[in-house]
């Protein structure tokens, strides 16, 4: 089964006089909805857009897995384990929040900030928090994330360039930006496709492409 979800059906979120804009593809916050609570391990995903000088003061996280991909500009992170780090384009930022973490994330660089930050169920609650930040991923180089039984594939296609969707339970795909074709739909930046038991698929990308692809193996 694939189910396609259209960006400006997301939930919108943030404050615009703060200079935050949020698009929420689930069910988060004030925006319930019990029918699209979760996919899989993923929780959330959501695109944050932070002007200069703005963003989210300390507020603390508990038994989630926060994985983090820079689309542009630069998000500098801080968090109560003593971590600080200025998270770029091509970044992968996770942050375990195990037991409990607190954190601050901010665009205290002088351009527009834009990143989509993905949550997923852990498979054991509690434990100790962990960060680590991969610089530059490369696209054949997966990110796995264990607690979760999820594995994060980065694809920056040409236009015109084929490529497979893994074989798994749970494929979760995201549209960062440019276009691709997947099982004769069209799909834009701020879509994406769930995709429940399927094989064989491939996706053809429309034009330049960058989209996130978690491979998951399980609901945890």
Do not use: K
Not at 27 to 32: A, E, K, M, T, W
Not at 124 to 134: A, F
Not at 212 to 219: G, V
């Amino acid at each position: 089964m694939i189910d396609v979800r259209r960006s400006e059906d997301r939930y919108r979120g943030g404050e615009t006089a703060a200079g935050i804009e949020s698009f929420h593809a689930l069910s988060f916050g004030p925006h319930y909805d019990p029918d699209n609570l979760r996919f899989g391990a993923i929780l959330a995903c959501n695109e944050e857009r932070l002007a200069p000088g703005s963003g989210f003061d300390e507020h603390p996280h508990s038994h989630t897995e926060i994985v983090t991909w820079v689309a542009e500009g630069e998000l500098t992170h801080r968090d109560s384990t003593g971590h600080a780090s200025v998270v770029r384009r091509g970044d992968v930022q996770h942050l375990s929040a195990a037991g409990g973490v607190r954190h601050v994330e901010r665009n205290d660089g002088p351009a527009p900030l834009v990143f989509v930050q993905m949550w997923l169920a852990p498979r054991t609650p509690g434990g100790d928090p962990s960060y680590e930040v991969v610089r530059g991923i490369a696209d054949s180089t997966p990110y796995a994330v264990p607690g979760a039984g999820a594995l994060l594939h980065v694809r920056r296609p040409a236009a015109g360039e084929r490529f497979g969707i893994p074989d798994a339970p749970f494929v979760y795909v995201h549209v960062v930006r440019g276009a691709l074709d997947l099982a004769g739909e069209r799909l834009a930046p701020g879509d994406s496709a769930r995709i429940t038991g399927e094989r064989g698929l491939e996706a053809v990308a429309a034009d330049a492409a960058e989209l996130l692809l978690w491979e998951m193996t399980d609901t945890v």
